[in-house]
Nanobody
């Protein structure tokens, strides 16, 4: 069964750090690369980062390279997004979702266009 649950969002000040977690079902973990997406008010959803199903490759949007790190914990079937040097432009509702696999890296495009969980809100104050 496809299942992903996001957590870890919050309100932080500019320059601070935050780590998001995406806990997935066994089926989801074994079948899909996982990505993080965000949507700010009035803007379209954008891909932030993704990690391959094997964990061997990652991909990042230019806006977050060098500041965000995606990792995964096999035992917990959880994908993390470690965010540092946060800026007000990073504010948004963050979702994790299965993404389209690719070579050499996963693509930051959702595998299912209509599957989105509740997400977790990240707010960065100036």
């Amino acid at each position: 069964q496809l299942r992903l649950v996001e957590s870890g969002g919050g309100l932080v000040q500019s320059g601070e750090s935050l780590t998001l977690a995406c806990t997935v079902s066994k089926f989801t973990w074994e079948k899909f690369a996982i990505g993080w997406f965000r949507q700010a008010p009035g803007k379209e959803r954008e891909g932030v980062s993704c990690i391959s199903a094997s964990g061997s490759s990652t991909n990042y949007a230019d806006a977050v390279k060098g500041r965000f790190t995606i990792t995964r914990d096999v035992a917990k079937m959880t994908v993390y997004l470690q965010m540092s040097s946060l800026q007000p432009d990073d504010t948004g509702l963050y979702h994790c979702a299965p993404v389209i696999p690719g070579q050499p890296t996963c693509q930051m495009s959702p595998y299912f266009e209509d599957y989105w969980g509740q997400g977790t809100q990240v707010t960065v104050s100036a």
